[in-house]
């Protein structure tokens, strides 16, 4: 049995171990996120360490602020991934997290925590279009799928660990363990390799092979290394043909069909009505409650539905490479839009004054956030990584991630008086037509890219599109 270094030759570990590196900012960011919860608790009431209670207008401009930071920086993080390499790029997300944490410990001015917490939106920024694209860079296609959804299980597993101790450590003792991890993760990845396909870029071939080596517990002039580079060399080639990147997913017909399956499966995963979900979960709960005394703390709920997300990531990351892309998706899409449609009906309900059973909120809510986290959310992000090659896989993250940013900004900002308006049972209603339409597409128009090159997903897209197009001139001569 031959080894290289102090593992088993082809051995995957590497590419494991430096996949949880690239995704620990990811858990810094989950940790941010879901700050706000517990947070907003205490400094909205008489025990507020700022000395007042912050206002309402206060705290909503600290929960929407990330979000339209991160809309241009989606497409800042995008170049910049492209032009200063993903390394350079993933240790900047992780001094701007360090940066938000420190903030956080040294004022209570409201300014200084709203900037803190815009600062969460380039971490946030960093995290999908980078985080996405050097795993996606460094993973065998064997285990591509599972390395792609640990994004989603760091993110949870964040929420988590930060609702768990927002429950059980004081306010600067939080902030300062937070510190930490941004602070390790510089430490640490300065020793992780950068991403082959980036180096190859720069001409730096030799350099590629290391990292590939290194990668896949080979040597460096192993037969299957030197493959795997020629076929990143092949890539950019081809991408060299065309100059201008935006355009020619525009003009190029395959490129605008895979463009518009990454742009409706990230559309879909933020409408599916997770956002708000979270936002009213309070309310169902405390609704839940009346007849089934299940009584549970705001922080409480909050953990319940962390530990629903961090299952569901898990799951993901599991069976991904078992069940495929395609149908995981589909199931996730289906289920989502399903209890979205029974929870909208629960409400409609209890409008009409129609006794329902009071565990219907309660399930619903958690089919919802569970399908969310081991579906939507972790499918959409590895199909969008998959679809394309290194020269426009940047700017198709920065883009889709930049309309999800923007779509959740209008969701915070106006789900509430909307559902005031019209009633909430038919917000919710939307958010099922749209997961149901989703799986639908799903079933047409999305391909299976599980352990397949970029060559034979283009092959199912543009044999979909002729189909279609026979189908039209059959339709036409009738």
Same mark, same amino acid.
């Given at each position: 049995m031959k080894f290289y270094g102090i593992f088993e030759q082809g051995s995957k570990i590497n590419q494991v171990i430096c996949a949880v590196l690239i995704n620990l900012p990811v858990l810094s960011y989950g940790a941010s996120t879901?700050?706000?919860?517990?947070?907003?608790?205490?400094?909205?009431?008489?025990?507020?360490?700022?000395?007042?209670?912050?206002?309402?207008?206060?705290?909503?401009?600290?929960?929407?602020?990330?979000?339209?930071?991160?809309?241009?920086?989606?497409?800042?993080?995008?170049?910049?991934?492209?032009?200063?390499?993903?390394?350079?790029?993933?240790?900047?997300?992780?001094?701007?997290?360090?940066?938000?944490?420190?903030?956080?410990?040294?004022?209570?001015?409201?300014?200084?925590?709203?900037?803190?917490?815009?600062?969460?939106?380039?971490?946030?920024?960093?995290c999908y279009v980078t985080c996405t694209t050097y795993t996606k860079e460094i993973s065998d296609n064997s285990i591509r799928g599972a390395l792609g959804c640990l994004l989603i299980l760091f993110q949870t597993t964040g929420n988590l660990f930060m609702y768990v101790i927002g429950d059980l450590l004081s306010y600067n003792l939080i902030l300062w363990v937070c510190l930490t991890i941004p602070t390790v993760h510089v430490v640490v990845f300065l020793f992780m390799p950068e991403s082959p396909s980036y180096l190859v870029k720069k001409g730096r071939v030799e350099d590629a092979s290391k990292a590939l080596a290194w990668l896949r517990c080979e040597p460096e002039n192993d037969a299957k290394v030197q493959e795997e580079i020629e076929i990143i060399r092949k890539e950019q080639r081809n991408d060299e043909v065309s100059k201008f990147a935006l355009k020619t997913m525009f003009t190029d017909k395959i490129l605008r069909r895979a463009f518009q399956i990454a742009m409706v499966a990230t559309i879909a995963r933020e409408v599916c009505g997770a956002v708000p979900v979270l936002n009213f979960a309070g309310?169902?709960?405390?609704? *839940? $409650?009346?007849?089934?005394? +299940?009584? &549970?703390?705001?922080?409480?709920?909050?953990?319940?539905?962390?530990?629903?997300? /961090?299952?569901?990531?898990?799951?993901?990351?599991?069976?991904?490479?078992?069940?495929?892309?395609?149908?995981?998706?589909?199931?996730?899409?289906?289920?989502?839009?399903?209890?979205?449609?029974?929870?909208?009906?629960?409400?409609?309900?209890?409008?009409?004054?129609?006794?329902?059973?009071?565990?219907?909120p309660l399930m619903t809510l958690?089919?919802?956030?569970?399908?969310?986290?081991?579906?939507?959310?972790?499918?959409?992000?590895?199909?969008?990584?998959?679809?394309?090659?290194?020269?426009?896989?940047?700017?198709?993250?920065?883009?889709?991630?930049?309309? *999800? $940013?923007?779509?959740?900004? +209008?969701? &915070?900002?106006?789900?509430?008086?909307?559902?005031?308006?019209?009633?909430?049972? /038919?917000?919710?209603?939307f958010f099922g037509v749209i997961c149901l339409i989703m799986s639908l597409y799903v079933i047409l128009f999305i391909p299976e890219t599980k352990a397949r090159c970029l060559e034979d997903i283009y092959k199912d897209l543009l044999k979909s599109m002729k189909v279609k197009k026979t189908e039209e001139h059959e339709l036409t001569k009738v």
């Open positions: 879901g700050w706000m919860s517990p947070m907003t608790l205490l400094l909205q009431s008489e025990d507020s360490p700022k000395g007042v209670p912050l206002t309402d207008t206060e705290i909503s401009w600290m929960a929407a602020v990330p979000y339209l930071v991160c809309v241009p920086f989606d497409l800042i993080m995008g170049v910049m991934g492209d032009k200063l390499g993903r390394k350079i790029s993933l240790i900047f997300i992780s001094l701007v997290s360090a940066a938000s944490w420190i903030l956080l410990l040294s004022s209570f001015n409201i300014w200084c925590l709203i900037i803190a917490r815009a600062f969460v939106g380039i971490t946030m920024a960093g309310d169902i709960f405390k609704l *839940a $409650s009346h007849d089934t005394g +299940l009584l &549970l703390s705001p922080n409480q709920q909050a953990m319940l539905l962390g530990v629903v997300q /961090v299952v569901g990531s898990a799951l993901a990351s599991s069976i991904v490479e078992k069940s495929g892309r395609k149908p995981l998706l589909l199931l996730s899409s289906l289920v989502s839009g399903l209890s979205m449609c029974a929870l909208g009906s629960w409400f409609l309900l209890r409008d009409l004054g129609i006794g329902a059973p009071s565990w219907v958690c089919l919802c956030i569970f399908c969310d986290s081991s579906g939507l959310q972790p499918i959409s992000i590895v199909l969008a990584g998959e679809i394309f090659s290194f020269k426009y896989r940047g700017i198709v993250m920065a883009i889709t991630m930049s309309c *999800a $940013s923007f779509t959740d900004f +209008l969701q &915070l900002l106006f789900f509430k008086p909307l559902a005031t308006a019209v009633g909430i049972h /038919v917000a919710f209603y």
